[in-house]
């Protein structure tokens, strides 16, 4: 076989190698679809880099008819042939093969993608084979998309990338839902005189946890470097079986010196729209894709985000509302609940029709480190709210007076012995600051239309599911 440099199926559909038509040229890829009849094969070729495929047409005479017959949906090929300007409407260029190599075969009886319109569910089963599929290829492409977004959004407005540990010593969120690490024997435990695990014996000496959030060290961060953000896996074992939760998700948390409650929302704001509006641009043809296969107001919903200014409303305000709404929820609704997902889609998608940053939360619901309101009953909490979601960020301006947070810390129960470390920063030289977390994962379900949390991460974390 000629050794021929492979052009990428990307550059062949876009026009960007051109001036190769009536050239030979060599692609790869995965077998999509083969049809045709006695005497010609049409093979639509997928390599990943798009969500299209290029047509490969086949004179059967020309080759052998075996090899032609292992050549099914799955199978890997190399391909070389001339480049030409095809008739047909779907795409502008397809490839004359004059030469062809099978990588891999895939058998039909057992490939377990040979068919089209399998559903998500059955999908999810093969977690590790459905990035083949055009769906996961573009929700995964533009997972891609969104992280190189974020890193371009906050380098352009001199942040640093703060990498905050992933094992650690305390509950962030405070809610008690860490997973532990140890090296302990644990059919072996040892015990204290008293009977407790004997931590100084564990890896660390003492008890230790996968991050819940990275915010906690993220601070000492931003009170050093003024702007920092984090991006990495956070860990909650939160026994929550639902649509919008994993227990490992990826989040994203900015954190800024010297900024209050309303540079936060701002900040908060102007970072989602920038990110939708990037997917706008930059991932065409995935969002159509997924448009015209499961949400016809896809790309109408993103281009309404990016266009609208988000509400703004304090929670005792949004309890008012919800009070008056005269909706059957199904968790009842008053002054210092937290809102489940169902009153906070009312908000958003029946009574505002748009994003709702809700600010002011009582204390009492949220975590020891925000910030108290004058008032002495609710703190600079913020949550962003969006359709579809419900709570796709959390933030808030942080506690910086050091008599405040300490008592705070002991009314819930957390020794500031423990927190000397996280206490310094408002030992020394503290100062406002603010910052966020948004979840990468409920980003992405706004983003691509998908409704189910597994179906945006490659490998799905969730009680009773860790296959691979
Ligand atoms: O509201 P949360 O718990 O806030 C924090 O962790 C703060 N430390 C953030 C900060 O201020 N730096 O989580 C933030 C976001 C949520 O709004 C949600 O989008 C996402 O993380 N999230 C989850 N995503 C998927 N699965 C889960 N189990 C999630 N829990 C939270
Ligand atoms: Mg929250």
Redesign the pocket.
Do not use: N
């Given at each position: 076989m000629k050794d021929l440099k492979r052009i990428e199926i990307i550059d062949l559909l876009q026009g960007k190698a051109d001036d190769q038509i009536e050239k030979e040229i060599c692609v790869k890829g995965w077998v999509r679809s083969k049809r045709g009849n006695k005497n010609i094969a049409f093979i639509a070729l997928n390599d990943g880099t798009i969500v299209h495929n290029i047509q490969v047409v086949v004179e059967l005479a020309q080759f052998d008819q075996d090899m032609i017959k292992r050549i099914t949906t799955g199978a890997s090929l190399r391909i070389n042939g001339k480049l030409v300007e095809s008739v047909g409407q779907e795409q502008n260029v397809e490839v004359q093969a004059t030469e062809i190599e099978i990588y891999g075969e895939a058998d039909p009886e057992t490939y377990p993608l040979q068919k089209k319109g399998h559903t998500l569910e059955f999908l999810r089963e093969i977690a590790h084979l459905r990035p083949r599929t055009n769906t996961f290829g573009a929700v995964f492409r533009i997972r891609h998309a969104m992280a190189f977004a974020i890193h371009k959004f906050y380098n352009d407005k001199r942040f640093f990338y703060w990498h905050s540990p992933l094992i650690t010593v305390s509950d962030?969120?405070g809610?008690g839902e860490m997973f532990q690490v140890t090296t302990l024997d644990l059919d072996n435990i040892p015990r204290t005189e008293n009977g407790k695990v004997d931590y100084s014996q564990d890896f660390y000496g003492r008890e230790t946890s996968l991050t819940?959030?990275?915010?906690l060290e993220?601070e000492l961060g931003a009170l050093s470097l003024g702007k920092i953000y984090t991006f990495g896996p956070?860990f909650?074992a939160?026994n929550?079986n639902t649509p919008?939760?994993?227990?490992e998700?990826w989040?994203i948390?900015p954190?800024m010196a010297f900024y209050e409650l309303e540079e936060n929302m701002n900040l908060a704001e102007e970072f989602i729209k920038y990110l939708v509006s990037y997917a706008l641009e930059n991932c065409k043809d995935d969002l159509e894709f997924l448009q015209s296969m499961y949400d016809k107001e896809l790309v109408e919903r993103l281009q309404h985000v990016v266009e609208t200014d988000f509400v703004r409303l304090k929670y005792t305000e949004a309890i008012t509302i919800l009070e008056a709404s005269n909706q059957k929820f199904e968790y009842p609704i008053s002054w210092g609940v937290d809102l489940q997902s169902e009153h906070e889609r009312y908000l958003v998608e029946k009574h505002f029709k748009k994003p709702v940053i809700l600010i002011d939360y009582p204390k009492e619901i949220k975590?020891f480190y925000m910030k108290e309101n004058a008032d002495g009953k609710t703190v600079r909490a913020m949550?962003?709210l969006f359709p579809k979601i419900g709570?796709?960020?959390?933030?808030?301006q942080r506690e910086d007076n050091m008599d405040k947070l300490v008592a705070r810390m002991k009314e819930v129960g957390i020794d500031p012995k423990d927190m000397k470390w996280y206490l310094d920063t408002r030992r020394f030289g503290s100062v406002p600051h603010s910052?966020?977390?948004?979840?990468f994962?409920?980003?992405l379900l706004f983003v691509t239309g998908m409704v189910n949390?597994r179906d945006v991460i490659p490998f799905p974390r969730t009680p009773k599911n860790a296959e691979f």
């Open positions: 962030a969120e809610a819940v959030s990275g915010q993220g956070t909650r939160e929550s919008r939760h994993l227990s998700f989040m948390e954190e975590a949550d962003v709570e796709i960020i959390g933030g808030s910052g966020f977390g948004l979840g994962e409920r980003l949390i």
